[in-house]
């Protein structure tokens, strides 16, 4: 895919201060051929532009920065959260799967995932050459996770599901088979490494506040990865003890957090540590029929806990980036997120910004993403209702109705419907 012509302009809209951009309520932004944006201001300050760059006008429509979902699997297919009945599926249609769900994520406005498990290299590669439509890839390839933990899928009978989910096995215990899973995973394409700090929901044989890897495996991990150019840990953990070693062990960012208690929050703000809550997951009530009981059961008493637990520490002032496990939640509802973050305390500038510049500094692309500002790439959305008073619209994607990814149009209403 190559950016549109000699640039793209998006003319007159609004502008929100506090994204990267002045405030403006007529404003552009101009992505050049190379897709980066060239410039972003107030219209009465617009350099002179070349005749064949390509003009949009989005008067009365909102322009922000292109989301950032920290969270996701794209790799999991809707249709089917059994996992045994999972694992009877064919893995082109698994595969297949991923050109639907990366679509409809790109449609919803995000422009950048943090797989956390699942996607590899082959799906990363296949968005950047165009091969299918979706957002920008981080991957994680396969969590580390203990046996036993949550992501082993070994259950009681001796059927091993490992193999249907990745041909990357993520089981370790002890420092050396950590670090080594590690170099696995870092060697396979990954871009972050994922551990399972506790048990979970999904998983058969164990409970959400069960720990899963301890502080020195934890920390061989964090050693690993940072000796790969820096690259940082994210740790799945929900229970309160787990959560406590995940920060301890040094992971970049606690994803979900249901259980988090004052202390590590303290310690999380100390160490910038980022939380990643889920909302959008951890506020879903399962279809009974349709998933395993026991998976039915967890899940109603863990709401619980994440709706006791997270508001007072959303509010606290720990860093808090977007991220929504859609792969367990359905895909393309992303925005969603931004809902749920305001349901439990945090403004919606804030919001906005856990979906935009704390992403991008939670995955370390500050310099790329997370705000429209000049040498940036040039990944701009346009929403036709007000993301600051109307924030829950944008879980509806239609509210999306123009996508842009490194200055390639991904979607655009607007000028259909001129
Ligand atoms: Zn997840």
Same mark, same amino acid.
């Given at each position: ?16 201060? !506090? ?22 201001g ?11 760059v390509?003009?949009?006008? +989005?008067?009365g429509?909102?322009?922000?920065? !292109? ?12 249709a089917?959260? @059994? ?5 009877t ?5 698994l ?14 406005g &995000? ?45 009681p009978?001796g ?7 990745? =041909?990357?096995?993520g ?10 899973r ?9 871009d &972050?490494?994922k551990?399972h ?14 720990e ?20 940082r840990?994210?740790?799945?953990? =929900?229970?309160r ?5 995940? +920060? ?5 960012? &606690?994803?979900?957090?249901?259980e ?29 029929q ?14 619980e806990?994440a ?5 007072k ?17 359905a ?32 995955i ?9 500002a ?9 929403? @036709? ?19 842009v990814?490194?200055g +390639?149009?991904?979607?655009?209403l ?5």
């Amino acid at each position: 895919m190559t950016a549109e012509g000699s640039g793209l302009l998006l003319e007159h809209g609004r502008l929100i201060g !506090g994204l990267g951009s002045d405030k403006s309520d007529d404003g552009g932004v101009l992505v050049g051929a190379d897709g980066r944006i060239k410039w972003v201001g107030p219209m009465a300050q617009i350099p002179p532009i070349a005749p064949d760059v390509r003009r949009v006008d +989005v008067t009365g429509k909102w322009m922000l920065p !292109g989301f950032i979902d920290c969270h996701v699997h794209l790799s999991n297919a809707d249709a089917e959260r @059994d996992p045994l009945r999972r694992a009877t599926l064919p893995k082109s249609y698994l595969h297949l799967s991923v050109v639907q769900s990366a679509r409809v994520t790109l449609q919803a406005g &995000v422009t950048t995932v943090r797989d956390l498990g699942g996607a590899d290299l082959g799906m990363k590669m296949a968005i950047d050459q165009g091969i299918i439509d979706g957002p920008r890839m981080l991957i994680a390839v396969t969590p580390i996770s203990v046996t036993g933990g949550h992501g082993d899928a070994c259950y009681p009978s001796g059927l091993d599901l490992l193999g249907f989910r990745s =041909q990357y096995p993520g089981i370790a215990d002890g420092e050396v088979e950590c670090r080594k899973r590690a170099r696995e995973m870092l060697r396979a394409g990954a871009d &972050v490494i994922k551990i399972h700090a506790t048990g979970g929901v999904w998983s058969p044989r164990d409970q959400p506040d069960d720990e899963g890897l301890t502080i020195p495996e934890i920390t061989a991990v964090v050693d690993e990865a940072r000796r790969h150019r820096g690259k940082r840990v994210a740790a799945h953990a =929900q229970g309160r003890g787990g959560i406590a070693n995940a +920060v301890l062990g040094g992971v970049a960012s &606690v994803e979900h957090g249901y259980e988090i208690d004052e202390a590590t929050v303290e310690e999380m703000i100390k160490r910038g540590t980022y939380l990643v809550p889920t909302l959008t997951t951890a506020t879903t009530v399962p279809d009974k029929q349709a998933v395993p009981l026991v998976s039915y059961e967890k899940k109603m008493k863990w709401i619980e806990v994440a709706r006791n637990c997270l508001p007072k520490a959303l509010t606290s002032g720990v860093r808090i980036a977007m991220g929504t496990d859609c792969g367990v939640a359905a895909h393309g509802r992303n925005l969603t997120e931004l809902r749920r973050l305001v349901e439990f305390g945090v403004s919606p500038m804030e919001a906005l910004l856990a979906g935009t510049r704390y992403a991008a500094e939670l995955i370390d692309r500050s310099d790329e993403l997370g705000s429209l500002a000049v040498g940036k790439f040039g990944d701009v959305v346009v929403a @036709d209702c007000d993301p600051l008073q109307q924030i829950d619209q944008l879980e509806d994607s239609n509210h999306i109705v123009m996508v842009v990814k490194e200055g +390639v149009v991904y979607k655009d209403l607007v000028s259909q419907t001129r």
